[in-house]
C-alpha cells in the first residue's frame, strides 16, 4: 500500500546506484512519498514497529508528521534495539542513512 512508498523509493534508489545507502544493521521504513519528496504518515505504526523489532532491524525511519504520541509508543513497542528516526522528507531520510554509515547518492 501507499505506506510502503518511502520504502520503495529507498530501495530503488539503492539498487538503481553504486554503494550501500542503508549502512550499518537492518533498516526499515514506512511513509507514503509525494512527488516532492515529502513523507506523509501512516496508520498503526505501533504495530509496524513491532514487526520491524521482529524483523532484526536496528533503524526505524517513520513519517515525521505521525503524532507525538503515535511515536513515542512506536518506540516503546521497538524496544531499546530499534532506532526509531522520524523523517519529513525523503532528503531527511538520506540523511539518516548517512549517519547510520550509508554511502551518499552520487550527485546529480
Request: glycine share 12%; net charge negative.
Amino acid at each position: 500500500g501507499p505506506s510502503a512508498g518511502l520504502a520503495f523509493t529507498i530501495a530503488l534508489l539503492d539498487e538503481l546506484t553504486d554503494g550501500d545507502l542503508t549502512g550499518n544493521g537492518r533498516v526499515a521504513a514506512t511513509g507514503t512519498i509525494a512527488e516532492d519528496g515529502s513523507v506523509g504518515a501512516i496508520g498503526a505504526l505501533a504495530q509496524k514497529a513491532v514487526a520491524v523489532r521482529d524483523a532484526g532491524a536496528t533503524l526505524f525511519l517513520v513519517p515525521a508528521s505521525q503524532s507525538p504520541e503515535e511515536i513515542a509508543d512506536a518506540r516503546r513497542a521497538a524496544g531499546s534495539g530499534v532506532k526509531i528516526v522520524a523523517v519529513a522528507t525523503l532528503d531527511e531520510a538520506l540523511a539518516a542513512l548517512r549517519d547510520n554509515g550509508g554511502d551518499p547518492l552520487p550527485s546529480r
